[in-house]
């Protein structure tokens, strides 16, 4: 009986450490990385802003527009692998740091163009630069959490997209009111400045803040190194460790690449012209159209955290995903259908906005749980950048589907139907059982690859 309770007081010992060990991790690396991403997909998004005042100084039409918001997923594409493969190489301090710094001189550059010729290049070298962020980060997660503990993290990360609309919508559209003229600059240009100079300012505070992994963290004990890298040790054990190129011969890598594909056009189709729906609904000034367009975003963001955080719980993942997507395209076909009330509309909108943001930290968790080391690297970036391939078609299908309907909603529609069909493609394509179980602390059970 005395070993009974002396086992259970050591297990009890033994999660709280582990309990403190990863509350640390969190304190330390999530605000921080939340913090990068919002700066990230402001850089990203802040031209469906800059649209409502630069297409008439720059003469651009709303195909122009389309065509430069939907080229940065070229170059995002293009660079995506490698740069994912060179931060393994280099290290996540040096080649986060080196991205941040990039895209944010480069996204302040964008002040200074005349034309589209330059407007598609300049959204071309800023998905160049912004290439490896995302699932760099993705990435960076599995060297410190099992995959237990990783979509509530990853949720708390993605929701700086959220986050980001309900900041930086309103404080865009507070710039562009308020300093348009300023030293004969226009409000379009002040927004790229301004929201470009943080993140040259945070990429120079990423190197002397992040560590590359466990090992390197002088804030944390030798006992709590020990903690979390038998944790990410034994994980580790259950998967395949594959050669890089086993990541692109994979099926089931290319299964999630097609689900992410239709993700990401509803999530750029829905954040670039979501300034514009909101303007069409008769709101003055920018700044109205800034904190309107705030809501949809707050409802994601506690819809995620909410979603994952029982996702995480359950250790389910499919039907979260499948049932979150499909809530999100029927309240984009409602939106269109009762696009004359605005109340209405902007309510459905919300839920559109949250069957698209809030299913990202669902979906993450599925392809790090059959991929470790580098072919982890790159399988995370084959998914990212060839899902990220919608981004191009996402901001594009208002203006492809005026060749076919004069209804103003017809693109919500689209949309839609786009996301319905990537919410079937993961019900019928993914397992069950991929991922993880239902855990205890201190155990982690992944299903075969």
């Known amino acids: ?102 895209w944010g001189i480069i996204s302040s550059a964008t002040m200074f163009i ?51 609309g309900v900041l930086g919508n309103p404080v865009s559209g507070w710039i562009m009111d308020s300093l348009s003229g300023r030293f004969g600059l226009a409000g379009w240009q002040w927004l790229f400045l301004a929201e470009g100079i943080p993140s040259i300012l945070v990429g120079i505070w990423v190197y002397f803040y992040l560590d590359s992994g466990i090992a390197e963290a002088r804030w944390l004990t030798a006992g709590e190194k020990a903690i979390l890298a038998r944790n990410i040790e034994t994980e580790d054990r259950h998967k395949r460790d594959v050669r890089v190129v086993d990541a692109f011969k ?16 509803g999530l750029y189709g829905i954040s670039f012209w979501l300034p514009t729906i909101v303007k069409a609904f008769g709101v003055q000034g920018y700044l109205g159209v800034g904190l309107i367009t705030a809501i949809p975003y707050a409802v994601a963001v506690i819809g995620m955290i909410l979603l994952s955080w029982h996702s995480d719980r359950t250790g389910e993942r499919r039907v979260h995903y499948v049932l979150n997507v499909t809530a999100g395209g029927l309240g984009l076909v409602l939106s269109g259908v009762f696009a004359n009330h605005p109340v209405l509309a902007i309510a459905f909108l919300s839920i559109g906005t949250l069957g698209v943001i809030g299913s990202m930290p669902l979906f993450w968790p599925i392809p790090s749980a059959f991929l470790a080391g580098t072919a982890a690297a790159a399988g995370i970036g084959v998914v990212n950048s060839v899902g990220n391939l919608g981004g191009y078609i996402g901001p594009n299908v208002p203006v492809w589907v005026k060749y076919f309907s004069t209804d103003p909603s017809a693109a919500l529609y689209v949309i839609a139907a786009v996301l319905f069909l990537g919410a079937l493609l993961t019900f019928l394509c993914v397992p069950a059982d991929l991922g993880i179980r239902r855990s205890t602390p201190g155990t982690t059970v992944e299903s075969p690859a």
């Open 1 to 102: 009986m005395n070993m009974h309770y002396s086992n259970d007081s050591r297990a009890n010992a033994d999660a709280n450490d582990e309990t403190r060990a990863y509350a640390k991790v969190d304190r330390r690396l999530i605000p921080f990385l939340f913090l990068c991403y919002i700066l990230a997909y402001l850089d990203r998004v802040n031209v469906g802003f800059a649209k409502l005042q630069m297409l008439k100084d720059l003469s651009l039409s709303d195909a122009a527009f389309a065509t430069g918001a939907g080229i940065f997923f070229i170059g995002y594409f293009l660079f995506e692998v490698p740069s994912n493969i060179l931060l393994k190489r280099f290290g996540a301090r040096t080649w986060i740091a080196r991205i941040m710094i990039s």
């Open 250 to 265: 994979s099926g089931k890598v290319y299964i999630l690449c097609a689900i992410y594909f239709t993700l990401m056009i």
């Open 114 to 164: 005349r034309n589209e010729w330059a407007f598609y290049g300049m959204r071309f070298l800023l998905g160049l630069a912004e290439a490896g962020f995302f699932p760099g980060i993705i990435f960076y997660l599995t060297l410190w959490y099992p995959s237990r503990l990783r979509s509530t993290r990853t949720a708390l990360f993605v929701s700086a997209i959220a986050v980001s």
